[in-house]
């Protein structure tokens, strides 16, 4: 009895597999083959280019730096472009200003954003940091050396850090972002 319940339990198993796969239309098999065309996957890389010389300034906190794409930005199976070279991009900073005693600036980049060939934003990761020049050996060597008016050099600022132009920033998406 026991024996016939597990033979008819696989049998009806066996025909429901069958039915389904052959229920199951190839279109829409070949419809989630399709769409890997149409992925643009979290992680893909991109190189950003920057556009003009910066600056950071002691006074601003944050902002927006012009950028490009560098190269064409191909799907998850590479058969088609979804971010074309040359399409603006912006690179978001935060910086920490410079101080006395000759404690250099530091600009952060923490992230940006471009767009897809059908103007989809798409956020990408940045993590990198670049700091200004400091004049702590300065300060120093003029205190020592100039005691008790050598105090006045703890007033120098050390510098803010530059990006030139044509700089290149290595970028990741952020997430999966379906193009039409």
Not at 51 to 65: C, L, M, Q, R, Y
Not at 83 to 102: D, M, Q
Request: hydrophobic share 40%; net charge positive; aromatic share 4%.
């Amino acid at each position: 009895m026991k024996k016939e319940k597990n033979l008819f339990r696989s049998a009806v198993s066996c025909v429901l597999i069958f039915v389904l796969t052959l229920c199951t239309p190839l279109e829409v098999l070949a419809q989630t083959v399709n769409n890997r065309s149409n992925i643009l996957e979290d992680g893909t890389q991109l190189l950003l280019r920057v556009n003009e010389e910066f600056k950071a300034d002691s006074h601003t906190e944050s902002g927006v730096i012009n950028s490009t794409v560098e190269s064409d930005v191909y799907s998850a199976d590479g058969s088609r472009v979804l971010i074309k070279s040359g399409t603006p991009a912006f690179i978001e900073y935060i910086i920490e200003p410079n101080g006395a005693w000759g404690k250099a600036g530091k600009i952060c980049i923490v992230s940006a954003s471009t767009r897809t060939i059908d103007n989809k934003r798409v956020a990408l990761r940045l993590n990198k940091c670049k700091n200004g020049s400091s004049k702590i050996g300065g300060v120093i060597a003029l205190s020592v050396l100039l005691f008790p008016i050598g105090l006045i050099s703890g007033c120098m600022k050390g510098s803010m850090p530059k990006i030139q132009q044509g700089s290149i920033f290595n970028a990741t998406t952020m997430q999966d972002v379906v193009v039409e």
